[in-house]
């Protein structure tokens, strides 16, 4: 184990540009010195500083949080149409099938999906292009 540790250190020591032989050994406090574990006269902050950031950093993520859902819908390519409003989705029709899987058909952005949902999760198929409804006309 010491010979590997030996062989370990020569090695790190090589590639650091030092030469074995200049290389200090270190003891116990100085080799926990290079990690920040030893003792130093560097005071901790105290309870009120913690808090403050604590307080800080909560503020923070509340406010990006806020941010993310006003105005974040407005980032993101497919939710909202051309002019800036969402997209009107249309439940089209529902079906429960045995097995407890049930089926929803929605129509959204001109196009119909189907959405069937199981214990084991949600899918979804993407079935065409929505039918063009034709001009209601008077009749003779």
């Known amino acids: 184990m010491r010979l590997i540790s030996t062989l370990c250190g020569l090695f790190c020591g090589c590639l650091a540009g030092a030469s074995p032989a200049a290389a200090p050994v270190k003891t116990g406090a100085e080799k926990l010195h290079d990690f920040g574990l030893s003792g130093s006269n560097v005071g901790t902050p105290g309870y009120g500083r913690v808090l403050v950031a604590f307080a800080l950093i909560v503020a923070l993520a509340w406010g990006m949080t806020w941010i993310l859902r006003r105005y974040g819908a407005r980032f993101r390519p497919g939710v909202m149409g051309a002019t800036g409003v969402a997209a009107p ?13 049930s089926c929803h058909v929605i129509e959204t952005q001109g196009r119909q999906v189907l959405i069937t949902v199981s214990r084991h999760g949600v899918a979804s198929v993407l079935l065409g292009e929505a039918p063009v409804a034709a001009p209601a006309s008077a009749a003779p």
């Open 89 to 101: 989705i249309r439940h089209l029709a529902r079906n429960t099938l045995p097995g407890g899987i």
